[in-house]
């Protein structure tokens, strides 16, 4: 019993199933037996239809052409409005019984050279039989009809033009699902003044056609954008003098006594020369607390595989310019005051290869120091990093103002090529940022006698300074060399210093392990700044060259 149950349940719902596809399809099953429409041409070109029309069956549904190609860049579409005595959703027209259906199409005129042309699709199959009747502003100049599909080069059944000439008469046998009758009336130029409703069709070669117009635009907005980067440069970007004006051999003596261009040091005018605390700059103002006795580089001994290293060592005793070690501390500027505390961080002694950890982190302050040092010496009025960093990041909004206008001009418009341009001024502010910073007149005046004292370093004779003097001073010189990359020039002549005519054991800021001379310093110096440069860079906090 309940098998049966079954079986009757299962058959039921199949019926069910079957039966409901054959009731969809008969509802969009009918056929027009009889389509009467009628179709005025008002004189703004717009196209008023009253169609008449007698079903069989259920309801039937059309999709109207609202939209074709029209050439490369542009749709023409065909705007259905007004619909009365069916429903339309934009797309479909749904005709559910026999009755009148109005609706008004613009954009169905095209002006020609000699005239205007009215083409509409005024009849959609499955239709038996149609008549479609054509009048408007002005007498028709000629007409045809074709039927079967939109492409369909096949006469219309009939077609005629009345004895006043003010209406047409088209008549189609028979049309099946999917064909229309298209009709095509002629008018005399400026009958209605309207033209086709084109709508830019978004492809993305169309978007970035280089033409004259695109072309033109492309030129004259890259002038101006990077004629504006350039400007900016000019007015905000530059030193607020000429540094060759007072440049010249400036010598590092005077009264025989070390004295550097306006009392600069190494790590400030490594800042100054290129507007960027870096490693070198570190690395060179180690060596200089060196030589000026604040501490003492201890170079280790190694076996012939074993990496390098060296011991930065606390004096035993303040330089001899000073009585106490606390007296000596507080000359330091407060970069170097920064760096001396990330050495050695209360100890007294450290490896080079151990300088880690808190060294990191305090090298972040020296930077930081460098930049504030040399707006406080009135050689920069604003910080280089923060200028810099300013200017970059306006680049970097520029760019991402370029890309959105890129894709909004490619999607809207054909002037897509625009957008790069903004995005290449962009990419020329971010990097031109860099080179924003501009020093006063007194940073100006400082870098020419840096420049000076740098072509003096190049240039300068061991003869011209007494031999007294020379281990002193040319130690002096040597952290300027550092940052002028001539370290090897005088570190040979540091080399060439010795005493009783055999080459001295050790420098008083600088002593080699056992069976080491000066005669290996120079081998050793360029390993030294070679090494702390990479021990500084790791750290990630300064730039590297």
Not at 248 to 259: D, K, P, R
């Amino acid at each position: 019993m309940v098998d049966r149950a079954r079986r009757i349940g299962l058959a039921v719902l199949l019926a069910v199933l079957v039966a409901a596809p054959a009731h969809a399809e008969a509802l969009t099953s009918g056929t027009v037996t009889e389509d009467d429409v009628t179709m005025e041409l008002r004189g703004d070109g717009v196209l008023h239809v009253e169609e008449t029309v007698t079903l069989s069956g259920g309801p039937v549904e059309r999709t109207p052409l609202t939209r074709t190609r029209y050439d490369d860049g542009h749709d023409r579409l065909y705007r259905i409005s007004n619909v009365k005595g069916a429903s339309f959703d934009g797309e479909t027209l749904t005709i559910t019984g026999s009755g009148t259906v109005e609706y008004d199409v613009a954009g169905a005129i095209t002006p020609l050279a000699t005239g205007e042309e009215l083409r509409w699709f005024a009849v959609a199959g499955p239709v038996r039989h149609a008549t479609a009747r054509v009048s408007g502003p002005g007498k028709i100049q000629n007409l045809s009809c074709f039927a079967g599909e939109l492409t369909s080069a096949i006469p219309c059944t009939a077609a005629s033009i009345e004895e006043t000439g003010g209406a047409a008469t088209f008549e189609q046998q028979g049309l099946g699902p999917g064909q229309t009758l298209t009709v095509i009336v002629g008018y005399q130029k400026g009958a209605t003044g309207a033209g086709p409703i084109l709508e830019r069709r978004f492809e993305l070669a169309n978007a970035f056609t280089l033409n004259a117009v695109t072309g033109g635009a492309l030129a004259l907005l890259l002038l101006l954008l990077l004629g504006g980067v350039g400007l900016l440069y000019w007015t905000r970007g530059r030193d607020a003098r000429v540094v060759g004006s007072e440049s010249g051999t400036v010598s590092g003596l005077h009264n025989g006594q070390f004295s550097p261009p306006d009392g600069v040091r190494p790590g400030q005018i490594g800042t100054l020369f290129d507007e960027q605390a870096d490693v070198v700059d570190v690395t060179a103002t180690i060596v200089d607390l060196a030589v000026r006795g604040y501490l003492r580089i201890d170079e280790q001994p190694r076996q012939a595989y074993d990496a390098p290293d060296w011991r930065l060592v606390k004096p035993a005793q303040a330089p001899a310019s000073s009585l106490l070690p606390q007296a000596a501390l507080s000359g330091l500027l407060p970069y170097e005051r920064a760096l001396y505390d990330a050495i050695f961080d209360g100890r007294d002694a450290v490896l080079l290869s151990q300088l880690h950890g808190s060294f990191t982190a305090g090298l972040g302050r020296v930077r930081d120091a460098l930049y504030r040092d040399v707006v406080t010496q009135g050689w920069f009025a604003r910080r280089p990093d923060s200028v810099r960093s300013r200017w970059t990041n306006v680049g970097v909004a520029v760019i991402g103002l370029g890309v959105v206008a890129t894709a909004l001009l490619a999607w809207l418009t054909m002037y897509g090529l625009l957008g790069p341009a903004v995005i290449m001024a962009g990419a020329a502010l971010a990097v031109g940022g860099q080179y924003m910073p501009a020093k006063t007149a007194k940073g100006a005046a400082a870098l020419a006698h840096t420049i000076g004292f740098r072509d003096y370093l190049y240039s300068a004779e061991i003869g011209d300074v007494p031999p007294a003097q020379r281990i002193e001073l040319f130690s002096r010189y040597l952290p300027y060399a550092v940052i002028f990359d001539c370290v090897d020039r005088w570190a040979r002549v540091v080399t060439s210093i010795n005493g009783n005519g055999h080459p001295a054991d050790n420098l008083y800021w600088y002593h080699g392990p056992a069976e080491w001379d000066l005669s290996k310093f120079a081998g050793s110096m360029r390993t030294f700044t070679m090494t702390t440069s990479g021990a500084i860079s790791t750290s990630r906090q300064l730039r590297s060259l």
